[in-house]
C-alpha cells in the first residue's frame, strides 16, 4: 500500500486555524496517513439525522492535499448524549444490576436493537458521505472492541440474545442442563427462558455456564463488528476494513474477529501508566506483536503506538530519547508494516489530557517530534521493500481463548494466568535470540520443528489426536501441567488418569497434583537445584524418562520434566511452573535437541528478529536500553542501517540484509 508511518489526529479538538500548521509538520515528519473521528458522533451527528461532514471532508481535503490519506473509525464506541437521553435502555447493565451512564466512552449495549438502528442510521451516512472521496483509504470499526466496563452487558435484550445462543448451541434444555452439570447445588432448568445472564450470585458460579457466557459475549462482539463492516464494505467496495486490538486482551476472540478484516491492528502502550515497572518487559512486547501476527497469520499495522507520556488522573514514566523508537521499530520488526502513533498532539480537555503525543499541548514540536521525524527519514524506504514480508520461526507457542476463559474462571493458584503463563515459555526462546510464532491448537503444526502447548486444560478428543499426530510425524511438543483436564464443557475428564489419552504421548500418569500456594517448591535438574512455582503435578512414569525430579513436597524425587519417544518426534511433560532459571535452563536443553537456530548472541536488552520474503531476510536488532550494547550474530547479513556492526548505541535500531536460504 506504500504506507509506513502516521498519527491518529482530532483536528475538532483545534480551531480551525491550526489545521494547515499541523498538516504541514506532519508532511514534514513523515506523516503518510492519519486516522480521524472515532469519537467525533456528535460533532457529526448533532441531532437526529441532522448530519454534518462538512469539517470532516474539509480536514481530509486538506491532508490529501499534502498527500496524507485518511482512515475513518466509527464512532460507536461513544453514542452522544441525545442518543442516549432518547434511548436510555442502550446503556450497558453490570453484573450487579446497575446501570453504566453516561459521561466517559462504552456506555452502550451492542446487541440492543434500538443502538444497532441508530448505528445503521448514522454508519450508513457517514459511508456514503466518504465512499468515493479521495483522501479516504480505509475504516476502522468502533474502536478496541471489548475494551469497556468490567463485565459484558447483562441487559434483557443481552439476555434474550444469549438464551438464543445457548439454544442454537444444545438444541434441547436436557443437553444444556448435562453440558452444565446442573445436577449440582440444584441449577437444573426447564427451559431456556429461565437462563439468565451471570449477575452476582450469593456465593460461587457454575464454571461450565460462565464458560458459555464468556464466549457468548465474544461471539456477540464478533457480530457487532461484522454487522457494522457490513454496511460500509457494501457501500465502501473499494476500502479497507480494520480494528485496533490490544494484544492478549481477551474479552473477544481476536481470531474470529480477524477473519472479517482486511488485515489487524493493533494498539500498544509500553509505558502506560499501569504499568507495575516502568515499562512493560520487551519481550512481553515483542510476544504481543507475535500474537497480533497470528491472529490473521498476516502483517498488521499498529493503530496507536505509544508516542508520549501516557495518563489519565496518574502518569506513567517520559520516554527517553530514542525508547519509543525502538519500540516502533520492535513492531515492525514483527510484521506491522504501517506504524501510527498515538495520538499527534496532547489534547487540552476531557479524560485524556495527560495522554501525550508527539507534540506536547503548547503545539510547538520539540525532542518527539524530531525523534519520529528521524525515525521515518531513516526506515520508510526499507519498510516499502518488506511490506507484506513476514518471519519464519521454527517454534510455535499455541494459544487459545477458551483455554484463557476457562482458566480465568478457575485460576487454580491465585496468581495463575493463562497469557503470563505463555509469556514465560516466550521469554526464554526471545532471550536466546529465537524468533516464535502463536498459533492456534488445531492449526497445521507440522512446519514448526517445536511446538509448545502450555496448559492445554480443556481437551477434546480431536485435539488429543492433533497432538499425537504431530509428534507420531516427528514433531517435538512441550505440554505442561493442567493438561487434559476437562472437556469442551468445562466439565472434568473421568474415564481415565491425567492426561488422559494425552498420557500415552508423554509416557506418564498424573494421579495427584499439589497447588503451592505462597510457597514456592524446588526441582532437580542435571545437578543442579531450582525453584518452582505454584503448581506440582505428582508424575509416574509409564514409558517415559525423567529428565527433572521434584526436591520439595512429600513427592520429593518423583518425576517434574518427563521426556518420551513417540512415533518419530518427542513429547515433554513440564509438570510445574519453571522459576525464570530452570526454564532457561530446560529451553537450553529442548531447543538444542530440536536444532533450532538461534539469530545471535547479546545481552538482555537487545532484541534480534527477522522478516523473510521469497528470497531475502531483513534481520532487526534492537538496542531497548540507554547503555551501549555489544551482540554477535550467527548468519551472514549485510547492514544497511546503523553505525557500526556487532556494537549498538542507547536505543540504536540497526537493519540488515541477508539471502535466504533454502
Ligand atoms: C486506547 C484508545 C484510545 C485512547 C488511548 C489512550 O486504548 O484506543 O482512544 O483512549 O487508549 O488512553
Ligand atoms: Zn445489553
Known amino acids: 500500500m506504500g504506507i509506513h508511518f502516521g498519527v491518529d489526529y482530532y483536528p475538532e479538538h483545534w480551531p480551525r486555524e491550526r489545521w494547515e500548521t499541523d498538516v504541514q509538520l506532519m508532511k514534514e515528519m513523515g506523516v503518510q496517513v492519519v486516522r480521524m473521528a472515532e469519537f467525533s458522533w456528535f460533532k457529526m451527528e448533532p441531532t437526529l439525522g441532522e448530519f454534518h461532514f462538512e469539517w470532516l471532508e474539509e480536514a481530509i481535503a486538506l491532508l490529501d492535499s499534502y498527500g496524507i490519506?485518511?482512515?475513518?473509525?466509527?464512532?460507536?464506541?461513544?453514542p452522544p448524549a441525545w442518543i442516549v437521553r432518547k434511548n436510555p435502555e442502550i446503556q450497558p447493565i453490570d453484573r450487579e444490576g446497575r446501570r453504566r451512564y453516561f459521561g466517559g466512552r462504552h456506555h452502550d449495549c451492542q446487541s440492543n436493537p434500538v443502538y444497532r438502528a441508530h448505528i445503521k442510521r448514522f454508519v450508513t451516512a457517514f459511508a456514503k458521505c466518504f465512499a468515493n472521496n479521495p483522501g479516504v483509504i480505509g475504516w476502522q470499526i468502533d474502536n478496541e472492541l471489548g475494551n469497556s466496563h468490567g463485565d459484558l452487558c447483562m441487559c434483557?435484550?443481552?439476555?434474550?440474545?444469549?438464551?438464543?445462543?445457548?439454544?442454537?448451541k444444545y438444541g434441547t434444555i436436557e443437553a444444556l442442563n448435562d453440558a452444565?452439570?446442573?445436577?449440582?447445588?440444584?441449577?437444573?432448568?426447564?427451559?431456556?427462558?429461565?437462563?439468565?445472564?451471570?449477575?452476582?450470585?450469593?456465593v460461587g458460579e457454575n464454571p461450565s455456564a460462565m464458560l458459555d457466557w464468556k464466549c457468548y459475549c465474544s461471539d456477540l462482539i464478533v457480530n457487532f463488528a461484522d454487522w457494522q463492516a457490513e454496511i460500509i464494505r457494501n457501500i465502501c467496495p473499494n476500502h479497507f476494513i480494520t480494528h485496533n486490538f490490544m494484544c492478549f486482551d481477551n474479552k473477544v476472540d481476536y481470531y474470529d474477529l480477524a477473519g472479517l478484516l482486511d488485515f489487524v491492528s493493533n494498539d500498544i502502550y509500553p509505558a502506560g501508566h499501569w504499568q507495575k515497572q516502568p515499562h512493560q518487559p520487551e519481550s512481553e512486547l515483542a510476544a504481543s506483536h507475535d500474537v497480533v501476527r497470528g491472529y490473521k497469520k498476516k502483517s498488521f499495522w499498529m493503530m496507536e503506538q505509544q508516542s508520549g507520556m501516557a495518563?489519565?488522573?496518574?502518569?506513567?514514566?517520559?520516554?527517553?530519547?530514542g525508547q519509543m523508537s525502538a519500540w516502533a521499530m520492535q513492531s515492525v520488526a514483527h510484521g506491522a508494516d504501517a506504524v501510527?502513533?498515538?495520538?499527534?498532539?496532547?489534547?487540552?480537555?476531557?479524560?485524556e489530557q495527560y495522554w501525550h503525543g508527539i507534540l506536547g499541548h503548547s503545539g510547538k514540536p520539540g525532542r518527539i517530534y524530531n525523534e519520529v521525524k528521524k525515525l521515518t527519514q531513516t526506515f520508510t524506504k526499507y519498510m516499502e521493500d518488506f511490506e507484506g514480508s513476514m518471519p519464519c520461526p521454527e517454534v510455535a507457542i499455541v494459544h487459545n481463548f477458551r483455554q484463557n476463559y476457562a482458566l480465568d474462571i478457575q485460576p487454580h493458584h491465585p496468581q495463575l494466568r493463562y497469557v503470563e503463563q505463555l509469556q514465560k515459555y516466550y521469554k526464554a526462546l526471545y532471550d536466546k535470540k529465537i524468533p516464535v510464532d502463536f498459533v492456534q491448537d488445531m492449526d497445521n503444526l507440522s512446519q514448526y520443528k517445536l511446538v509448545i502447548a502450555p496448559l492445554q486444560y480443556l481437551m477434546t478428543p480431536e485435539l488429543e489426536q492433533h497432538y499425537m499426530d504431530y509428534v507420531a510425524n516427528g514433531g517435538h511438543l512441550i505440554l505442561t501441567m493442567r493438561t487434559g483436564?476437562?472437556?469442551?464443557?468445562?466439565?472434568?475428564?473421568?474415564?481415565?488418569?491425567l492426561p488422559g489419552r494425552l498420557g500415552m504421548l508423554c509416557g506418564i500418569e498424573v494421579p495427584e497434583y499439589d497447588c503451592l500456594l505462597e510457597t514456592t517448591g524446588g526441582v532437580l535438574y542435571g545437578k543442579k537445584e531450582y525453584q518452582i512455582e505454584k503448581w506440582c503435578d505428582i508424575i509416574t512414569l509409564n514409558g517415559a524418562r525423567q529428565i527433572a525430579e521434584y526436591s520439595t513436597g512429600f513427592y520429593k524425587q518423583t518425576p517434574a520434566i518427563t521426556e518420551n519417544k513417540y512415533g518419530s518426534g518427542i513429547a515433554w511433560y513440564i509438570g510445574t511452573e519453571p522459576g525464570e532459571e530452570l526454564m532457561e535452563d530446560v529451553m537450553t536443553y529442548i531447543t538444542e535437541v530440536c536444532e533450532i537456530e538461534t539469530l545471535g548472541t547479546a545481552g538482555d536488552g537487545v532484541e534480534m528478529m527477522t522478516r523473510e520474503s521469497e528470497d531475502k531476510v531483513w534481520l532487526f536488532v534492537i538496542n531497548?536500553?540507554?547503555?551501549?550494547?555489544?551482540?554477535?550474530?550467527?548468519?551472514?547479513?549485510?547492514?544497511l542501517e546503523g553505525e557500526r556492526e556487532e556494537a549498538l548505541k542507547p536505543y540504536e535500531v540497526q537493519l540488515f540484509v541477508g539471502n535466504k536460504r533454502r
Open 624 to 639: 531497548h536500553t540507554n547503555d551501549e550494547q555489544i551482540y554477535h550474530l550467527h548468519g551472514r547479513y549485510t547492514l
Open 311 to 321: 495518563g489519565w488522573e496518574i502518569m506513567g514514566r517520559a520516554l527517553e530519547p
Open 156 to 168: 434483557t435484550s443481552c439476555q434474550q440474545l444469549y438464551q438464543k445462543w445457548l439454544k442454537r
Open 485 to 497: 483436564v476437562k472437556d469442551a464443557n468445562n466439565l472434568c475428564m473421568t474415564k481415565m488418569e
Open 69 to 78: 490519506k485518511t482512515i475513518l473509525g466509527t464512532p460507536t464506541a461513544a
Open 340 to 351: 501510527i502513533f498515538f495520538r499527534w498532539r496532547a489534547c487540552a480537555m476531557g479524560t
Open 180 to 202: 452444565w452439570g446442573t445436577t449440582f447445588w440444584s441449577q437444573g432448568y426447564n427451559d431456556f427462558i429461565q437462563i439468565g445472564t451471570p449477575m452476582i450470585t450469593a
